[in-house]
């Protein structure tokens, strides 16, 4: 089956920092999803990319779909302590389920 | 009030009990999903269905059963727990394929499950 490459596994940094997460897959996707889960809810969609090369950005967060349709990245900038949380990657392709990284785990020191 | 709900929000149970997580959605989506989150693993696909009528096995289903009772539920059945199955569970919802945002899942708090 499809699978998908998360990394880094968790980040430790100071608030103020920027953060770079990414995912990648031997698979390409039509579809590249970005969630952030907080302790005690469920996954939350923060960003969605349809478009190879497509750069999308929400507020702070910066994501883009990777050419080969096979990538995608997240970065948050100047990261803040409310960013704590776990973050998925998640590929998906026409009219089928999503295929999810394993999650980055992102920890901010005031 | 949250638009996907799953109950008990936390179980404790011993091995060989049967056991059942609950979900219901008010979103009016026609696509459900369960989904089993360990740590360093991501969420994995358990079963899904895309209207009442249809089942779907995932990735990981061999110890689980589902039923859709109806548009808005979807219960998932552990038929004899195993340590093995003490994870997290999640209910999501979706659109189909081509609405406004197309693969897009909405997630339910999650179910913690410990089988002793």
């Known amino acids: 089956g499809q699978q998908l490459n998360q990394s880094p596994q968790s980040m430790f940094i100071q608030e103020g920092e920027d953060v770079s997460m990414n995912c990648t897959s031997s698979?390409?996707?039509?579809?590249w999803l970005w969630y952030k889960q907080e302790p005690g809810e469920g996954p939350v969609l923060l960003i969605a990319?349809?478009?190879?090369?497509e750069l999308t950005s929400n507020g702070r967060l910066t994501a883009q779909f990777g050419i080969t349709r096979k990538d995608s990245f997240l970065n948050i900038s100047a990261s803040i302590p409310s960013d704590v949380g776990i973050y998925f990657c998640?590929?998906?392709?026409?009219?089928?389920?999503?295929?999810f990284g394993e999650g980055t785990q992102l920890t901010v020191n005031p | 009030d949250a638009d996907v709900t799953q109950t008990p929000r936390n179980r404790i149970t011993k091995t060989g009990k049967r056991i059942m997580l609950e979900c219901s959605q008010t979103?009016?989506?026609?696509?459900m999903y369960w989904y089993r989150q360990d740590p360093g693993l991501g969420l994995r696909l358990i079963y899904y269905?895309?209207?009442?009528?249809?089942?779907n096995k995932g990735e990981i289903s061999d110890g689980y059963s589902v039923s859709r009772q109806a548009q808005a539920k979807f219960s998932l059945s552990l038929e004899s727990a195993i340590p093995n199955q003490t994870a997290l569970y999640f209910c999501?919802?979706?659109?189909?394929?081509?609405?406004?945002?197309?693969?897009?899942?909405?997630f339910g708090e999650g179910s913690r499950l410990t089988v002793l």
């Open positions: 990319l349809y478009k190879a090369g």
């Open positions: 698979s390409i996707f039509n579809t």
């Open positions: 979103k009016g989506h026609d696509r």
């Open positions: 269905s895309f209207d009442v009528k249809d089942i």
């Open positions: 999501a919802t979706s659109d189909p394929p081509g609405q406004k945002v197309s693969g897009e899942l909405f």
């Open positions: 998640a590929g998906g392709t026409s009219g089928s389920r999503l295929t």
